[in-house]
Nanobody
Framework: QVQLVESGGGSVQAGGSLRLSCAAS????????MGWYRQAPGKERELVAD???????RYADSVKGRFFISRDNAENSVYLQMNSLKPEDTAVYYC???????????WGQGTLVTVSS
């Protein structure tokens, strides 16, 4: 089993920055992809960004150029640097871990990001 613990959410004004962190523990060698999803009130959960063990990344169009995902395999951690935040980025952000056949291994408990205008 894999466990994920997130940190770094909070409240910020539009234009500000936040950094989310997620640490994995447990059966970490089964993890290939780590990433972040978010869910805003009344909306479906959506992919924000993810990164493979080898460092390949993908981003939602809405965050390209503003958010940056990184990973420290030695620390079994993934980070999301969020810059130029907008009110529409307000959501609960969830860390995820997927295995080598893209099977979902774990979700974090979620961390709330609130961006005020």
């Amino acid at each position: 089993q894999v466990q994920l613990v997130e940190s770094g959410g909070g409240s910020v004004q539009a234009g500000g920055s936040l950094r989310l962190s997620c640490a994995a523990s447990g059966s970490i060698y089964g993890i290939n992809v780590m990433g972040w999803y978010r869910q805003a009130p009344g909306k479906e959960r959506e992919l924000v960004a993810d990164i493979t063990r080898s460092g390949s990344t993908r981003y939602a169009d809405s965050v390209k150029g503003r958010f940056f995902i990184s990973r420290d395999n030695a620390e079994n951690s993934v980070y999301l640097q969020m810059n130029s935040l907008k009110p529409e980025d307000t959501a609960v952000y969830y860390c995820t871990a997927n295995g080598w056949v893209n099977n979902v291994l774990a979700w974090g408990q979620g961390t709330l990001v609130t961006v005020s205008s």
